[in-house]
Structures are given as C-alpha cells and as structure tokens.
C-alpha cells in the first residue's frame, strides 16, 4: 500500500507529489503517470519497503493520447475533436546512499501505485555526493534547475587527470577559469599553458580591478610588449642543439645548414661559454647563397623573441602554492610546441626527483598538442604525463573542441570528466567511448546542452550530473571577439 497524499498534491510532510507508477516496473526504471508537470532531467523521489528513500531520474516525457489518424485529419480540417490526453514520466532508479560515498541500487522493483514525489534538497546531496571533497572540494556551481552546490574532490581531480570538452564557444575556458579559481583558493600549484593569453585575467576582477587572486598569478610571456605585466619566456641558447633550433625555421631538417649551425655554435662557445642567436648569426661569414640563407633564417628567429643568453629557468615556473601562466600567444605553432615539450619534460623530471611539489598541468587546445593523428614536439611528453603522472603527482587538465582529434591515450585517461555542448558526431563518439559511466540519455542530452551547463563524471561524483556552473569571480579573458556591434 502507498502512504498517502493530500489532495493538494503535498504529502502531510511537505513533500511535492508528483504522480504514482503504473505498468510494467523493471529493477532501474520505472514509468509513472504525471499529475503534476514535471521535466526531463527532474530528480524525484519514491518509497521502498525494503531500502527506504530511492532518488530517480526524469529520463523522458511522453503525451499519451487516444487521438487516432482519422480524428487528427478532421482537427487538420478544422473540425472539433475531444480526445484525451495524458503525460506519462519515464524515469530511471539511481538508487539510495550506501554511507561510504557510493550508491546502492534496490534488487527488488518498487511495487504499480508507488507515489512519485520531487526529491527532496537532502536526499540528492546525500545520494550524489555533492559535496564531494568535503570541506576542500572545489565548487563548480549548482545541480542544473536546483540550486544545490556540486563540489568535485580537489585531490581525486588533480592525481588522475580533468578533461573539459565543448565545441568552440561551448564555455571550456569560461569553466576552466572557474576550476582555477579553485585550484588558487586550495593552494594548488597550477602551471597553465596558454596559447591564446587568455588566463592572465585570472589576477583581475570582473569589474577590472584586481582579483584576490592576483598576488598568487604569475605569468610569463614570449611576447613583453604586448604583455607588460609578464616576466620574459625565453629558451636558453645553448640548451638547443642546432638540429632543435632548425625546426624552427623553414630549413627544417636540412642537414648541411644543420652542420654549418653545429660549428657556428661550437666556435660562439669557445669564444664566451653564453650566447644568443645573433652572436650564432655573427659567425656565420661569406656570401655563399646556403650562408646568406641560414644568416636570414637565424636573423627571424632571434627577432621572435624565443632564444636569449639566459632563458627562465624551471624552477621560476613551479612556484609553489601559485598558478603560473605560459602565456604563448604570439609565437608560432613549432614554438608553443617546443615550449610544451621542453617545459613538461624539465617538470615531470624535477616531480619525480621531488625537487617541485605536486602539480596541476592546464592543456589549453590539447588538440593542437597531443592530436589523435601524426605528431608534434610534445605528443610524447603529453602522453607520458598522461600515462605515468598521477604515480608522481603531476596532474593534467586537457581542455579541447575537438575530443576526436585528442590522442585517445591522453583522453581516456582524465578521470573527471566535463563535458558542455558538442554537436560534431566523431566527437561525440570519442567522448562515449573515453568517459566512463555516461548513460546514453546523457549522451543524448550534450548537443542540447545551453551555454554554461556541464555534465560532470567523476571527480568524487558517483554518477554524472548536469551543473549551472557558477559565476566566474575574476574576469574571463576569452571573451568572443564582437564581430558587428550595434
Ligand atoms: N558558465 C557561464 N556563465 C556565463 N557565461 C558563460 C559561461 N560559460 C561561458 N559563458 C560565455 O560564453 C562565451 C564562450 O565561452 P568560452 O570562452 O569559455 O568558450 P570556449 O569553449 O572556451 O570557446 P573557444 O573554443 O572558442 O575557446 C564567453 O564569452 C562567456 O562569456
Ligand atoms: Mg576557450
């Protein structure tokens, strides 16, 4: 038998009915008829004999109408037709808290005529762990339509890996902003590769002002000019061979200015330990066409700014408790990459010796960095991190708009997952098969997904959920370009 309901639609409690189940009851679904509107993706709630309080799911909404063809041809011809019409709720059994931070499904189906009510504040925290990571998790925003706080496990997030996946102008940035606020608020050292500059604003308010974060973001640029406040990025010289400074030049792999380079370096060396490009380009005598070329081409590359006597060394970069900014915008594709790969490879290597402490790793257009096809200066070093980072407390945060064009290896790693709109089909594909534990109906549910909504898996959640992602508390910095302006 049910407990019982006042006619209001209140049971006696205050809980808010919302129609009873009928038909054929399976173990993880059940379908009831709705007295009460209700919408997709509405948590409710219904009584078990046996296990008490279950929290459920609004997967889908159904009209069922006895309007047949030859009744809807006549309302088509303007005629008058009564027919009848009822809203039947397909909903799917979460199931009840198992006190350990983990969900219990009932073995057994609730009984035909189980009244169905809007799940309460207190049983969707306590069943989905919103407040995962306790007092030191990081706050996301709310539960989509509820304004319940998600809180996601800091440390759970950090040793195995983020992901955050949209397509462009889906709000990757705008979300990861929010994680790094958090990551600043705990004291996480961040190190954030930024090939569009658009994290500095991390320091700054949303009215401009400076943030209350600004003391603890520090930001290094290739690009000082158009980046003031940024400490110059630069590569040491000598650290390259002349087969790396190449391939950053339209002579690539050509092997005879690869030598030329080789004994330019060697004599630069002789003649004062530290040098930079232009004391290379200095050595480089005669007026052989091959000459002239290689004066040119080394000429270009000191003009980017990327060489110098004595580049930034590693250990300004990992500054404890802090987040650090490779701020990239400005160089060239091969840069960033060399950047990438000769960062990740001087910290992991530091994070293994324990000379840096843990750390996360921020991938902006992870795509561009470790892609699924052919390779780039810092696929493998991406990939190792990917593989062996959390052993060693060095986490990574892969943000992307295109999940398909991800090394798979890279993304099937991050354990949280957040996922806002997608539309192309390859990705979302890729994310089916890389995120664990995401339904079909959620699948279903990310092209649909406004601006601002994220489905999050992991991170101390038990099952995916859909978030308001809060409001940023400093500036976003990758605001669209206004193309028209009114
Ligand atoms: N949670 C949110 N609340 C309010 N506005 C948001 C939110 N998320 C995104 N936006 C807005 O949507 C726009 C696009 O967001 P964002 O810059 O994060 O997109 P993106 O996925 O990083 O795009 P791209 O691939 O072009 O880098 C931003 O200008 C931002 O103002
Ligand atoms: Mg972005």
Known sequence: MNDSAEFTGYAADGRELLGAVFGMVGSYDFDFAVTVSVERNEYVQVHHGSYGWLLARVEELKLKTDLDSEMARMVAMGERVDYREEEIAHASIIGFADGKGGISAPKQPVPAGTLVYRAEDALIASVLSLSAGGGSG?????????????????DTMVQKHISIVAKTGGGKSYLAGVLLEEMLKNRVTTLILDPHGEYATLGEAPDGGRSRFSPDVIEFAVDTEVNPGAQPLRFTCSNFSAAEILSLTPLGENKAAAATLSACMERAKEKGGDYDLLDLAAEMEGDAPAMVQLRKEVEALAAMNVFSEHGTRTDQIANPGKTTIINLKGAVPEVQGL???????????????????????????????????????????????????????????????????????????????FILKLTNGNDLKAVAASVEGITPEMLEEIPRLTTGVAIAVGGGLPVPVLVDVRRRETRHGGESAALVRG
């Not at 990081?138 to 800091?154: E, F, K, M, Q």
């Not at 980072?389 to 991800?406: C, N």
């Open 138 to 154: 990081a706050l996301i925003g709310t539960l989509h339509s509820r304004s319940l706080p998600v809180y996601t496990d800091i």
């Open 339 to 417: 950047f990438v790969r000769r960062l990740l490879t001087a910290l992991f290597e530091l994070r293994k010796r324990g000379k840096i402490p843990p750390l996360l790793v921020v991938l902006e257009e992870a795509h561009n960095f470790c892609p699924q096809q052919g390779k780039t200066e810092a696929s493998r070093i991406v990939r190792t991190v990917a593989a062996e980072g959390r052993k060693f407390g060095m986490g990574l945060l892969v943000i992307t708009q295109r999940a398909a064009k991800v090394d798979k290896n890279v993304l099937s790693q991050c354990n949280t997952q």
